[in-house]
């Protein structure tokens, strides 16, 4: 019996999703080859993918769990989360693992439904953050319901094993430094800070996700112009009175760290402040991506991007001021308006 060339998309693409998914490395593409079929397929083809990918992975994690993250008669589930076994129930596990993949799925269909909704890029992409970040939300709630262990708890735990490792593999190899003894000295405090600033880390890793795969979808998906109503990534702009909150997250920080002394507000100050700073530093990519424009070798654009990623700690700062500066030089209206003055 010949499938049709939808039913052999449907499940060319999950088997592809669920393998990027188990990866490791590659986690971050899981979105990519259901947004594909959902883009060239049709809205109900992408959602069958990812129901079937689900499926998969509700099924390894249910069948391999209890060998998870360790080597029991030569079988060893490459799966995300496997590593915090030590840590967490198998409930526990069962649900980040699939909740995770849906976070992935949920991204991909919220952004097909872009390409077949022709939504303005910032709708687009703000519809594909929330969607994600309400299935992680869900999930953290889930978990308080079905486990009595602590999720936070048993992230502080892995942190803090992940940091005895470092500290360990470093002393192993001869190695003796000032940060290595800072890490064995204040492993608990950089465990509870880590745990604290989880919310804006999945903002930040959510927000990363979606440029990344909108990205690499609008490169690879050529069928039928999907993202053909998007003229130009680099005019993108946040609104204005968002930069507010940037503002106000700083200056919250700044009273409490110094004065007030209220550990929740911190935290959320902390959290506010680190999620804001993502967003202007894509708005800023997105100054330096317009700019690049001009030049008409594509080996400069090329040869910028590389030192932005060979030097990001240093660069990054600069480029989230050039974010939060554009919000009140406009340098892409200035630099248009420039060249048409010219001509």
């Not at 129901?51 to 099924?59: K, N, P, R, S, T």
């Not at 409490?256 to 929740?264: C, G, I």
Request: hydrophobic share 55%; with cysteine; glycine share 8%.
């Amino acid at each position: 019996m010949n499938m049709t060339p939808k039913v052999k998309a449907v499940g060319i693409c999950a088997a592809i999703a669920l393998f990027v998914y188990a990866s490791g490395l590659l986690v971050i593409l899981t979105p990519l080859p259901l947004l594909y079929v959902s883009a060239v397929h049709g809205r109900r083809e992408g959602l069958w993918a990812a129901i079937a990918a689900a499926v998969a992975v509700l099924i390894v994690y249910s069948f391999g769990l209890p060998a998870a993250g360790t080597v029991t008669d030569g079988k060893f589930v490459p799966m995300p989360g496997v590593g915090l076994s030590d840590f967490f129930s198998r409930e526990y596990l069962m649900l980040l693992g699939v909740g995770y993949f849906i976070f992935f799925a949920t991204i991909a269909l919220t952004l097909g439904e872009g390409i077949h909704r022709k939504w303005k890029l910032l709708h687009w992409g703000g519809m594909a953050l929330f969607a994600g970040l309400g299935v992680i939300f869900c999930v953290v709630v889930l978990s308080a319901l079905v486990s009595s262990g602590s999720l936070v708890g048993g992230l502080e735990g892995y942190v803090k094993n992940v940091l005895s490792g470092i500290v360990a593999v470093s002393k192993e190899a001869g190695g003796t430094s000032a940060h290595i003894d800072l890490l064995a000295d204040r492993e608990a405090q950089i465990a509870s800070f880590t745990v604290r600033i989880m919310p804006s880390l999945i903002f930040v890793f959510t927000l990363l996700t979606v440029v990344v795969n909108f990205l690499l979808g609008r490169r690879i998906i050529k069928k039928r112009h999907s993202f053909a109503h998007v003229h130009n990534i680099t005019r993108f702009r946040l609104p204005d009175n968002l930069v507010w909150a940037v503002i106000a997250s700083g200056i919250v920080f700044f009273l409490n760290h110094y004065f007030l002394d209220v550990s929740w507000l911190g935290i959320l100050a902390i959290n506010g402040l680190i999620a804001m700073l993502a967003l202007y530093f894509f708005q800023g990519l997105a100054v330096i991506a317009y700019i690049l424009q001009s030049f008409r070798m594509p080996i400069m654009r090329m040869l910028v991007y590389v030192l932005i990623i060979l030097f990001f700690q240093t660069i990054s700062l600069a480029i989230v001021t050039l974010g939060v500066a554009d919000v009140w030089i406009n340098f892409r209206l200035r630099r248009w308006h420039a060249r048409h003055h010219h001509t």
